[in-house]
C-alpha cells in the first residue's frame, strides 16, 4: 500500500528540508508527500513549527512558481503566496524526494478560490437572484475550465506523480467564509436552492428552459425567507417544478464530470494520475454536481475522509463507495492520526489492515503541520504494525 502525509509548503520552509523529510522518512515512515500546491485561507494552529503557532493562509493562494509564458494574456492566473518570498517549495521537495526515493503529490484546490473570484466576480457563481458567491469559481465557466486544465500542466515539471484535486466541483450556501452569519432558520431547502449556480454558463449547459427553472427557485426562496413554518417544511427538490430543479442540478453534475474528465486527461498526457477528492462521501455531493458512477468512468482514483474513530467506521465508509460504483482498488483514503480519531498506534493499525484488507491502494494522512510530532511516530508505528 502506498502512504504519504498531506502537508502545506510553509512546513517545508519553516522547518527546512532535512528536518521535514526526515520526520516524514524517519518518524512516519511514509512513501510519500502531498503538498498543498494551492490552498485556501485558513487560520491554523502548529503544534511544532519552530517559528510560530499560530499561522494564517492566504486565501487563494499557490505555493510554487507559475510559469509566465504559459499563463500568458490569461486572467485567472495563479498567484504566489508571499509566504514563499523568491522561493519554490516545490522545486525544493521535488529535489529532496526524488533523492529519497518518495513520491510527490499535488494537492490542488480548484474552484474554492475566493482571491479569484472577489478579483473577478463574473466568474463565480451566480444564485437565482443574480448574487455572486466570491469565494467560489464556476466549474461550467470556460476560463475557469482553462484555468483548471492549465494549471495541472504546471505540476508535470516537478516530476509529481498524482494531483490530488479538491474542490473540482461547485459548492454550496455554507462551504466556510469568516463571519458567515445566518440569523434566521432557512432551512435545508432554502440553502440547497441558494447554492444553485444561473450564471450564463450554466444556463446554458441546462437549455432553453434554464430561465424558467430559475424563476421557479426564485419564487421557492422568497416564500420560504418569508415564512418561517415554510422555511422549516420538508420538500425534495425532485418535486419541486415539475422535476426541473433536480433536472438543472443534474445537468451542473455532468459539467463537473466532463470538467473532472478534461483535467484527468491533461494529467495522463503528461504522465500524472488524477484523484478527485469526496469529502462527504456518497450521498452528500448531489448539489455539489459530485457523480459518482460517471467520475470514475472520467478520472484515476476517488479520494476521501475517512475520519472516524473506529476501523468498522472506516469499513463502512469505503463500502459505501461501492454501492454507487466505486471500487476500492479506485479509492484512495485520507485518515488522521490525532488523537480525535485515534487513541493509539493500534487504532490507527487497524484502520490501515481495513483499507489494505478491502484492497485500497492508497492511504494519506491528515496534516503534517497540524499534528504532534507523536502522531507522526504513531503512523510509523501503524504502518510497521
Known sequence: MDSSVLAFATDLLDEGPETFFGNLTDRAGVGGVTLASVYHEARDVFPHNPHRVVRYLEPGAAYFRPDPARWAGRRLTPLPSTAIGDRDPFAEAAEEARRRGLKLHAWTVFCHNDRLGFRHPEVSPENAFGDRHLTELCPANPEVREYAITLVGEFARYGVDAIRAESLHFHGLRHGYHHERYFEQLGPVTEALLGLCFCEHCRAAFGPDA????????????????????????????????????????????????????????????????????????????????????????????????????????????????????????????????????DGPANLAAKIAVLRELGVPEVEFYNYGLMRLSSMDRIGQALRG
Open 211 to 342: 430561465e424558467a427553472v430559475r424563476t421557479a427557485v426564485r419564487a421557492e426562496v422568497r416564500a420560504r425567507l418569508a415564512d418561517e413554518a415554510r422555511a422549516a417544511e420538508p420538500a425534495p427538490l425532485d418535486g419541486l417544478a415539475d422535476g426541473a430543479v433536480a433536472a438543472y442540478v443534474d445537468a451542473s453534475a455532468r459539467t463537473v464530470t466532463s470538467l473532472a474528465t478534461e483535467v484527468a486527461e491533461a494529467a495522463a498526457a503528461d504522465g500524472m494520475r488524477l484523484s478527485f477528492m469526496d469529502g462527504g462521501g456518497p450521498g452528500t455531493g448531489w448539489l455539489s454536481g459530485i457523480d459518482l458512477p460517471a467520475l470514475t468512468k472520467g478520472v484515476h482514483q476517488i479520494e476521501t475522509l475517512g475520519y472516524a474513530r473506529t476501523p468498522e467506521a472506516v469499513r463502512d465508509k469505503v463500502a459505501a463507495f461501492a454501492v454507487h460504483g466505486v471500487r476500492p482498488e479506485e479509492m484512495a483514503v485520507i485518515l488522521r492520526p490525532m488523537t480525535e480519531d485515534c
